[in-house]
């Protein structure tokens, strides 16, 4: 299998019954892909165990892989978008909720759009928009500042337990090693919140300093195609 499609299997498995539905979202502007440079970033998150990096498998055959993805024509478009991603940004957290576009909706609504026909859609952010609220720096769970009525903005609820399991305790552990565990501290929804009404996530994670509690809205995707 494709190493862009590996990737996008675990982006896209979703934990909840709602929440986007994977498509494959254009990049801004075509770029060149250096497969040896683009396995080296991902060995290296995986070496740090970075979100889903951290159950890759990344062998041998890595860039031959990254090669036939920007070969498919299915799988090129996410793999540009991987490599952007990567290239971009060093902090775990961030390159996790860049990689959350593989989620993005082909319906999105407009923030102020509150109907019944639209509740279950993302809200469509303009990418380079999106890119700026994305990008935050977190590495510890202390560096956190969340509520309901201020959530942690990112794509799709797989998203939001990779982005989690991410993030430190002050002492330097990772209290949540994967998404499964991530999953697990999550003790429901709130209902709707936000700056843009939709369902807010609460999670709490326990570090040996104190108990997180994090509030997450997984409904804010760039908007698809631009």
């Not at 986007?20 to 060149?32: D, F, G, L, Q, V």
């Not at 993005?104 to 109907?115: A, G, I, K, L, Y």
């Not at 003790?187 to 104190?210: A, F, M, T």
């Amino acid at each position: 299998m494709r190493l862009a499609l590996v990737l996008l299997a675990a982006c896209v498995q979703q934990s909840s019954p709602t929440g986007p539905s994977p498509i494959n979202p254009t990049p801004p502007k075509e770029h060149s892909v250096d497969p040896p440079m683009m396995c080296k970033r991902m060995r290296a998150l995986h070496d740090q165990q970075c979100g889903m990096f951290g159950e890759l498998e990344l062998g041998a055959t890595c860039e031959q892989e990254v090669a036939g993805s920007l070969a498919d024509s299915q799988a090129r478009v996410l793999t540009m978008q991987m490599d952007t991603c990567l290239a971009e940004l060093t902090v775990c957290s961030d390159i996790t909720a860049c990689i959350g576009t593989a989620q993005t909706s082909d319906e999105v609504r407009e923030c102020t759009d509150h109907s019944e026909r639209s509740a279950g859609n993302p809200v469509g952010l303009p990418y380079a928009t999106w890119r700026s609220v994305m990008k935050r720096g977190l590495t510890k769970l202390s560096q956190v500042v969340s509520s309901k009525h201020e959530p942690i903005e990112l794509c799709g609820v797989s998203t939001e337990n990779y982005w989690l399991s991410t993030l430190l305790c002050d002492d330097g552990s990772r209290p949540l090693p994967n998404r499964s565990a991530a999953e697990q501290a999550r003790l429901g929804n709130l209902g709707n919140g936000g700056r843009c009404g939709s369902i807010v996530d609460h999670y709490q994670v326990r570090c040996p300093e104190k108990a997180y509690d994090v509030f997450i809205d997984g409904f804010v995707c760039p908007q698809p195609n631009q």
